[in-house]
T-cell receptor, first 116, second 109 residues
Framework: EAGVAQSPRYKIIEKRQSVAFWCNPI?????LYWYQQILGQGPKLLIQ????????DSQLPKDRFSAERLKGVDSTLKIQPAKLEDSAVYLC??????????????FGPGTRLLVL | SQQGEEDPQALSIQEGENATMNCSYK?????LQWYRQNSGRGLVHLIL?????REKHSGRLRVTLDTSKKSSSLLITASRAADTASYFC?????????FGQGTRLTINP
């Protein structure tokens, strides 16, 4: 079974530029999450999708961050314009397996963003 | 805000020794999960313990949960160099996880 795929793995941009991250979850997983992990901290949930609907985006800075999950599969997370404090690893995860693993989240490798 | 708080923040032991990490949380939970993160990589799920369970084992891992004290512990027995990583507890509600800040574990050869 293929894992969660993310791209790009690394991105360096200047402040005020825009950037987009892509995530492909595990096949069949209905729930998709985007997390922000700042160096030395635990992941912080930005947005959670159930199929193509938003379940929780309470911690998403909506003035600059946006996310979509078209057709309930792939998802993109965009930052426009980026700020220095957006430098972090952006992790995508999915869940929705069977056999007792419904609540387990499977993470992709992350995209490391550096804003200069 | 993060619900789980791991203790200690960093732990360094010799290979072969046991490592114990603790997690405390504030509100009611459905389950508590432990994840491992190797340097520069994504998180890997280790074990899930439900609120009505007190102890769970998986290989060299042993997790306990005390809901009356709102705390959990992760024990790694017979540690190996490959166990060097950051370990996070995450408290689960309705499919939503809230992560702590993690314990950085270093296994010295």
């Amino acid at each position: 079974e293929a894992g969660v795929a993310q791209s790009p793995r690394y991105k360096i941009i200047e402040k005020r530029q825009s950037v987009a991250f892509w995530c492909n979850p595990i096949s069949g997983h209905a729930t998709l999450y985007w997390y922000q992990q700042i160096l030395g901290q635990g992941p912080k949930l930005l947005i959670q999708f159930q199929n193509n609907g938003v379940v929780d985006d309470s911690q998403l800075p909506k003035d600059r961050f946006s996310a979509e999950r078209l057709k309930g599969v792939d998802s993109t997370l965009k930052i426009q314009p980026a700020k220095l404090e957006d430098s972090a690893v952006y992790l995508c995860a999915s869940s929705g397996g069977t056999g007792g693993s419904e609540q387990t989240q499977y993470f992709g490798p992350g995209t490391r963003l550096l804003v200069l | 805000s993060q619900q789980g708080e791991e203790d200690p923040q960093a732990l360094s032991i010799q290979e072969g020794e046991n490592a114990t990490m603790n997690c405390s949380y504030k509100t009611s939970i459905n389950n508590l999960q432990w994840y491992r993160q190797n340097s520069g990589r994504g998180l890997v799920h280790l074990i899930l313990i439900r609120s009505n369970e007190r102890e769970k084992h998986s290989g060299r891992l042993r997790v306990t949960l005390d809901t009356s004290k709102k705390s959990s512990s992760l024990l790694i027995t017979a540690s190996r160099a490959a166990d060097t990583a950051s370990y996070f507890c995450a408290t689960g509600g309705a499919q939503k996880l809230v992560f702590g800040q993690g314990t950085r574990l270093t296994i010295n050869p």
